[in-house]
């Protein structure tokens, strides 16, 4: 029997297609980073298989490209380099951004709260090339006069400008987390009749613990990937660091430094599509890290 | 009135979310314009019974509905269109819900989605309904406020007037007085006994004596089955073949 | 003695509850006076620079001289680009995953996908946008492979914004208008987008501040180190502000001090205009709520 319940009209279709179209938008995310990684890949890939070799690319602090006679590919020096800005970064970043997501999450309240909000999510917004440029311009100077050194490109002024700039963001996360920890805690520990701080160290942190170590992990990822702002304040001479007045070279940085000076195909254009993809999948493990942690609390 | 085919026919419903049984292999018949009420206590699976008949486990990914529900003598379970379906039957739960959009819009909107464009239609239709849902007097200067921001009692004869727009066949209502004052709940009691010359109602109702002035029949769930259905008065004061439905009732548990 | 009178633990307490949040404090403050030193400096320094023929003329003799328009305008360019491809994208993934994404594995990888978007360095997305727009596609340097790659970098922005907004609309909105008959997409159409629109607009200008600033993206996909001429179409390369500065501050010699600083003035304005308008925005609208 056909009745009026079983006529599909073009509202019925169009649902359909609507429905369709914003599966399409949905997997467009994960077409566009296979993509990526693929892209990436079969640039690299005539490298990969061919002059590579693991031990000096990840053994060798020698990285000599453009070397007409006997290039060679070591990466060494510049895991160093990026290794140790990220680190100071992190120095600089991790205690600053979780005490400020403390403060704001726990002490903070009304307007005092919503103005240090805003402020913190402006200064995320700076763009890379300006933090470069105040490296370069403000940075630099300040550091040669301040310590009397040389130069004043270096791990120091890259690893500051690297850790202000993660700040911001690792300090939104880190309050998020906190702000998810629920009021109950809290109130049934003031009800014991603990004060605000007992609160915050005993009930709250560590059940936010979670949600502030991705967090950081997420400062990593950002350290690590940053390319303007180090390619600019850090110097960019290939080193392995023993100070933090020492100039170093970032892998981000090598890549936009010479990309630009590669005849497409050649040996240094797929080293640097090589780079490519071990920064890809690095961050790749440490933005799936920071998600399983999270994914940890929840099951909580 | 007893021979007339029925509007509804259920058979075996069972209504499961995840290992939870709502519902256990209810069947029961609903006649053209009579009030069919449905009673018992809270969890009884009323509100289950309801959200089945309007296809709403689409809702509810949790939700799984087993048997027939035959409307019409078509089964709902197997139509190819549920929006058409949805628009035959009305429903207003106990939370009532204004859209955030204007009083107006809240009413038209039904209408709009079955393709009425004039605004006299539109215009005619708003008003029927918020006079039969008791509301018109109260907004009539302001139909372009918002829907969501009335109180309470105003939404739910918002919801009611809006589960009217589209002309049901069948209206389905939940413990609607939960959020009305008791003189509108006479008014709206007075609609849809008017009402059931056209349309044929489902009621549950929490309130045994809601059941007892409206009802022509009535069904008596409780813990997820059917106990007893039969004439409204019977059970108050008739034969009852379970003791369980009398003791309710007359209120010795709810 | 009085029993609420203070025992000496609870003096200690109080003193100790004081210093802590004290300590907190002055975290907040270092993290933030730095910066407002340095953007000071920024415009001190940069301020002396800014002339209306500073924003309306050619650079000039090697890019010391001048001004900056075609960067101004090739980074127009680049951002409308951007947003027309990955506006109509993102809203439509968000829509999906807001309104229609069953709870199963694809959406977790979907989810996935979307925070490795937003994670992976934006040089690696540079080296996408080289093969996949400019060689691949075919594209070359151009405006439009440049956006493309900006496009896809920005793609978590719009969707994780309009997501939220998407969802700050109740559930039971939704499943009234379904009760009336209505189909999933009649929903959205009438009652969840009209209600998360200008949430969504929030997200897209926060996207546009964002691409606005981008240097690495661009460098090999579109943008030129130095073209004195507008883009007649999407096909051609163009200058753009962010390349602009990192150029005049480290690959061109002689330039004067006060030029790079009224470039970055000029772009950190942009930005953060931006950026502050939408946060106003949606200031705004949680003051104005519709339920």
């Known amino acids: 029997m056909q009745t009026d319940l079983d006529a599909r009209g073009f509202d019925w279709y169009m649902d359909r297609a609507v429905a369709v179209g914003v599966f399409v938008g949905g997997i467009s995310a994960i077409v566009f980073i296979i993509g990526i990684f693929l892209f990436v890949t079969r640039e690299g890939l005539s490298f990969v298989i061919g002059p590579m070799d693991l031990k000096e690319f990840f053994g060798s602090i020698a990285w000599r490209p453009t070397s007409i006679r006997n290039p060679t590919y070591g990466i060494l020096a510049l895991m160093a380099g990026t290794a140790s800005v990220t680190g100071l970064a992190m120095l600089v970043a991790v205690p600053f951004s979780l005490g400020a997501a403390i403060y704001i999450a726990e002490f903070a309240t009304g307007r005092t709260r919503e103005a240090l909000k805003v402020l913190v999510e402006l200064l995320a917004a700076i763009p890379s090339v300006v933090w470069g440029f105040i490296g370069l311009s403000i940075m630099n100077p300040l550091i040669i006069d301040l310590f009397d050194v040389p130069i004043g490109l270096t791990v120091l002024n890259a690893g500051v400008i690297l850790g202000l700039m993660a700040a911001p963001i690792m300090t939104t996360i880190a309050e998020d987390a906190l702000k998810a920890v629920p009021d109950s805690y809290r109130e049934a520990a003031e009800a014991m009749g603990a004060t605000r701080w007992q609160v915050v160290f005993q009930v709250v942190l560590p059940a936010a613990k979670n949600g502030l170590m991705a967090a950081i992990l997420l400062g990593v990822g950002r350290g690590f990937g940053e390319t303007m702002a180090v390619l600019m304040a850090s110097g960019h001479s290939i080193n392995i660091p023993t100070s933090p007045f020492d100039s170093v070279r970032a892998l981000t940085a090598t890549i936009a430094a010479e990309l630009g000076d590669t005849a497409v195909g050649s040996d240094h254009y797929g080293v640097l599509f090589t780079l490519g993809i071990f920064l890809f999948l690095v961050t790749f493990v440490i933005n799936l890290t920071a998600d399983l942690v999270v994914r940890g609390v929840r099951e909580q | ?254 | 003695m009085s029993m609420f009178a203070e025992t000496s633990l609870n003096q200690r307490n109080r003193r100790v509850e004081w210093l802590v949040r004290a300590t907190f404090l002055m975290m907040t403050i270092i993290l933030i006076v730095p910066v407002a030193l340095i953007l000071g400096v920024l415009v001190t320094k940069g301020a002396p620079a800014l002339s209306w023929e500073f924003l309306t003329a050619v650079p000039r003799e090697g890019m010391t001289a001048g001004g900056i328009m075609p960067a101004l305008v090739g980074t127009i360019w680049i951002v409308l680009v951007a947003l027309i491809a990955s506006v109509p994208i993102g809203v439509a993934a968000a829509i999906y995953l807001s309104e229609y994404a069953p709870d199963n594995w694809l959406t977790r990888v979907i989810n996935l996908a979307i925070i490795n978007l937003a994670g992976v360095p934006s040089i690696v997305h540079a080296l996408f946008g080289l093969g996949a727009f400019v060689t691949f596609a075919g594209f070359g340097t151009s405006i439009l492979a440049a956006s493309l790659t900006l496009a896809v970098m920005t793609l978590p922005v719009v969707i994780v914004s309009t997501r939220e907004s998407l969802q700050s609309v109740p559930h039971a909105f939704r499943e009234a208008c379904w009760n009336m008959g209505a189909t999933k997409w009649q929903t959205i159409r009438r009652v969840v987008l009209p209600n998360s629109i200008s949430g969504i607009l929030t997200g897209v200008i926060l996207e546009v501040s964002r691409t606005a600033g981008e240097t690495a993206p661009i460098m090999f996909t579109g943008a030129a180190f130095f073209l004195p001429f507008l883009p007649q179409s999407v096909f051609d390369q163009t200058m753009a502000m962010s390349l602009h500065l990192y150029v005049v501050s480290t690959q061109v010699p002689n330039v004067p001090e006060a030029l790079p600083y009224g470039v970055a003035l000029v772009l950190i304005l942009m930005v953060l205009t931006m950026n502050a308008t939408s946060i106003a925005f949606r200031v705004y609208l949680r003051g104005k709520r519709k339920w």
Do not use: H
């Open chain 2, 1 to 254: 009135m007893v021979d007339a085919a029925p509007k509804l026919s259920v058979r075996d419903l069972t209504v499961r979310y995840g290992d939870f049984t709502a519902l256990d292999r209810i069947s029961l018949d609903v006649l053209p314009n009579e009030i069919f009420g449905i009673i018992g206590p809270a969890n009884s699976g009323k509100t289950s019974f309801l959200r089945a008949l309007n296809r709403m486990e689409e809702f509810q990914p949790s939700m799984k509905v087993e048997g027939k529900i035959y409307f019409n003598g078509q089964d709902i379970t197997a139509v190819r269109n549920v929006y058409r379906l949805r628009q035959k039957v009305g429903v207003v739960f106990p939370l009532p819900v204004g859209l955030p959009m204007s009083i107006y819009e809240n009413v038209a909107f039904g209408p709009r989605l079955a393709g009425v464009r004039k605004r006299s239609e539109l215009d005619e239709i708003v008003e029927r309904c918020l006079r039969r849902a008791a509301l018109w007097d109260e907004v009539k200067d302001r139909l372009n406020a918002l829907g969501s921001l009335l109180s309470g009692g105003q939404q739910q004869r918002l919801t009611i007037a809006r589960a009217l727009s589209q002309d049901p066949e069948l209206l389905l209502l939940d413990e609607f007085s939960i959020a009305v004052d008791p003189v509108t709940t006479m008014r709206i009691e007075d609609v849809l006994r008017e009402l059931k010359d056209e349309v044929t109602i489902i009621l549950v109702t929490n309130l045994v004596q809601q059941a007892r002035r409206l009802a022509d029949r009535t069904a008596f769930f409780l813990e997820s089955e059917l106990v007893e259905v039969g004439v409204t008065e019977d059970l108050f004061t008739g034969p009852v073949v379970d003791q369980r439905t009398r003791d309710y009732v007359e209120g010795r548990f709810g």
